[in-house]
């Protein structure tokens, strides 16, 4: 016979989310947990008013808040190479968090700037193996073993589909692939819902955000884990860099 105990304990403990990107404002969202048990006490420090400061370059910077959480300094545009760090206090202790920003990719080329794809409907049922084109290959320099991770987005207005979707929910304009520490990554006809211009975008990023990837099965959207850069708290502070390629899908 088993008894089910109920593990009440909880720390109200910060998650911080920021994706530091060149050319960006400095910012970052601040968040609460959301704990299992109902019956939980949380600090009296306000999300949307705590004393946020940043430094970098040796200068120190007080954040902006701007509600939701979020907290934005538009004076500090986020540089290649630069180290920033942020810190606050939260449930009587002290936060922080740190990271760099990595370099862009270098040398990225593709193997084709066009992919033609035969349209798929209920009527002509699906292509065959001898009918698909050549995956479109992405190579760039990494001679450290860096981690990259490619996204490729349709950014036309209007979304014209490949394949009869059917009662199913269309998928969304773009599709990533997880982070890799290689030099090449293989794009594939069937990686592609829609016809038209898609911007292939390739993101330097650092071994924390690739951890998270990993650990939540391709998302980043569950930020309550331990971060080796991060002090007292939870989440994900990191900085990424990235380069832009095009390629069309015709018909």
Not at 121 to 144: A, F, H, L, V
Request: charged share 20%.
């Amino acid at each position: 016979a088993c008894e089910k105990s109920e593990v009440s304990e909880f720390t109200d403990t910060p998650i911080i989310e920021a994706y530091l990107e060149p050319g960006d404002y400095f910012a970052v969202k601040i968040s609460r947990q959301i704990p299992f048990s109902e019956n939980v006490q949380y600090s009296a420090d306000d999300i949307d008013n705590l004393t946020l400061t940043v430094t970098y370059s040796g200068g120190t910077h007080l954040l902006t808040p701007l509600g939701n959480g979020e907290y934005i300094d538009s004076s500090i545009i986020v540089a290649e190479g630069e180290n920033y760090s942020v810190s606050f206090q939260f449930n009587s202790k002290f936060v922080s968090a740190y990271s760099y920003i990595p370099s862009k990719p270098q040398s990225m080329t593709q193997s084709a700037i066009q992919i033609a794809i035969e349209k798929v409907d209920s009527t002509s049922g699906p292509p065959s193996e001898t009918s698909m084109p050549d995956p479109i290959n992405i190579n760039w320099t990494n001679t450290d073993g860096s981690y990259y991770l490619l996204l490729v987005e349709n950014i036309e207005s209007t979304l014209e589909p490949i394949r009869d979707f059917g009662d199913d929910a269309p998928p969304g304009n773009r599709f990533r692939k997880s982070p890799t520490n290689l030099d090449v990554e293989e794009i594939r006809a069937m990686d592609f819902q829609y016809y038209g211009t898609h911007r292939i975008i390739l993101y330097h990023v650092l071994p924390d955000y690739a951890t998270l990837y990993d650990s939540n099965s391709t998302s980043s959207q569950n930020l309550s884990n331990p971060s080796t850069s991060i002090l007292n708290g939870y989440g994900i502070f990191t900085g990424l860099n990235s380069d832009t390629l095009f390629v069309e899908v015709t018909e």
